[in-house]
């Protein structure tokens, strides 16, 4: 009966050692996990500011270009409106050119709105891949206390055989004596 204690012991034992090694495994897989979700936010993060700057850039340049030429505009059509002669055609002009500023600036919003979409987008991503980080980050944390749980259950599996293997050596020593 004594030696039945003892084989279930030593089979738990191995057990918990066998659960201890698979935790250990699975935690170490998510802490790589959390190291390879950092470096992707942070990549993630460093672009969308490139991007964003990038963005700000293109848009000022852009808007002192149109701006330039608006007043460029102006000049041709204050001089055009001086000479009454050529009235006819500078109308024609300026009725052409306000139609390429208004392209111009019509493409222009169209690639703010696209850019305004691709920041949207970046933002969401980095999202997910924070909630992704924080729950690897809870599980990882779980598997720890599992992992603690277990040593606990294994130091007391190994008092309990040490405990077990005292006995069966007294007994022992105590059916040599009575022989």
């Known amino acids: 009966e004594t030696s039945d204690k003892c084989m279930k012991a030593v089979e738990q034992n191995n057990k918990l050692q066998s659960e201890v090694l698979s935790q250990k495994e699975r935690i170490g897989t998510l802490e790589k996990s959390k190291t390879s979700l950092d470096h992707q936010v942070r990549d993630l993060t460093n672009r969308l500011d490139e991007e964003v700057e990038n963005a700000k850039k293109n848009a000022k340049r852009e808007i002192a270009k149109l701006q330039a030429r608006i007043q460029e505009l102006e ?21 052409r050119r306000n139609k390429e500023s208004q392209m111009l600036l ?17 933002n969401t991503k980095v999202r997910n891949l924070r909630r992704d980080k924080e729950e690897a980050e809870g599980e990882v ?33 105590g059916a040599r004596k009575t022989k």
């Open 75 to 95: 000049v041709e059509v204050e001089a055009e409106t001086k000479t009454k002669s050529d009235v006819q055609r500078s109308l024609k002009r300026t009725e």
């Open 106 to 122: 019509e493409e222009e919003k169209s690639n703010s709105q696209r850019m305004q979409d691709q920041v949207n987008s970046l």
């Open 141 to 173: 944390e779980t598997m720890r206390n599992k992992m603690r749980q277990l040593r606990s259950s294994l130091e007391e599996s190994e008092d309990r055989i040490s405990d077990l293997e005292t006995q069966v050596a007294k007994a022992r020593a």
